[in-house]
């Protein structure tokens, strides 16, 4: 079974999501053939590679809202995050475009190293204190190798701005196209979506039904045909 999760590393609810969904994914029964990949979704396409600016002053002006009702959010998040067992700063964090992670994010895929370089994304973004946007791609190298990739390999997509840029293109116009327009949103067998950073309980029903709900293969043709198996290739005789 394949759960695809549509994220953006500067969402931090999808940051708490991860954390969530990994705690049902763990006590599944099934989880040693349950594949996971993740999807790309910017939160701020339009913003410009060099334009960054404090998480606050963001959500002043994207939402509206009062620097007091800003932090008094990101104190909320903080507290959600905790509860999962993650750390969260809730001062002094910064915002940035985010579409470089994610072509970086699809070397990992083709690596096997996809999700310890998300998560060590979100670590750097939403746990440490050193920014993840204000210290140019070598920061980013850094968590590549960190995640197991190769770090010229990972300057060279960083240094080519066409590398995986499809591929990211893609994954965004996917989740348009199954309704996603929020994440973090997970697709389970592409036949049950969930959407948000729901509890891992839910999460867990969500993987429960999904697996139990698969369609058995059907054969269409029943009688006898040449085929190759373990034991070799039958050969026609006439």
């Given at each position: ?101 994610h072509r970086l994010l699809h070397l990992a895929k083709e690596r096997g190293r996809q ?124």
């Amino acid at each position: 079974m394949r759960v695809e999760i549509w994220s953006d590393i500067a969402c931090p609810w999808c940051y708490v999501g991860k954390a969530r969904f990994g705690k049902a994914l763990d006590a599944f029964p099934h989880r040693d053939q349950v594949e996971v990949v993740h999807r790309s979704f910017e939160l701020d396409p339009g913003r410009a590679k060099g334009d960054i600016q404090p998480v606050l002053t963001m959500l002043t002006e994207k939402y509206g809202m009062s620097e007091a009702q800003a932090q008094a959010g990101e104190d909320n998040l903080g507290a959600q995050a905790a509860a999962e067992g993650l750390d969260y700063r809730t001062r002094g964090r910064d915002h940035g475009n985010t579409f470089d992670m994610h072509r970086l994010l699809h070397l990992a895929k083709e690596r096997g190293r996809q999700d310890e370089l998300i998560q060590l994304l979100y670590r750097a973004n939403f746990a440490e204190e050193r920014s993840l946007f204000g210290e140019g791609d070598e920061r980013l190298v850094e968590l590549a190798v960190e995640a197991g990739l190769d770090a010229d390999e990972a300057r060279a997509v960083l240094a080519d701005p066409a590398a995986y840029a499809d591929e990211v293109r893609a994954d965004e116009r996917e989740a348009a196209r199954l309704g996603a327009n929020g994440v973090p949103f997970f697709v389970l067998d592409r036949t049950y979506g969930v959407s948000g950073a729901q509890p891992a309980e839910v999460f867990a029903q969500a993987l429960t039904r999904a697996w139990g709900e698969r369609s058995p293969l059907r054969l269409v043709d029943q009688g006898e045909a040449e085929a190759c198996g373990p034991d070799g290739c039958a050969v026609p005789q006439h």
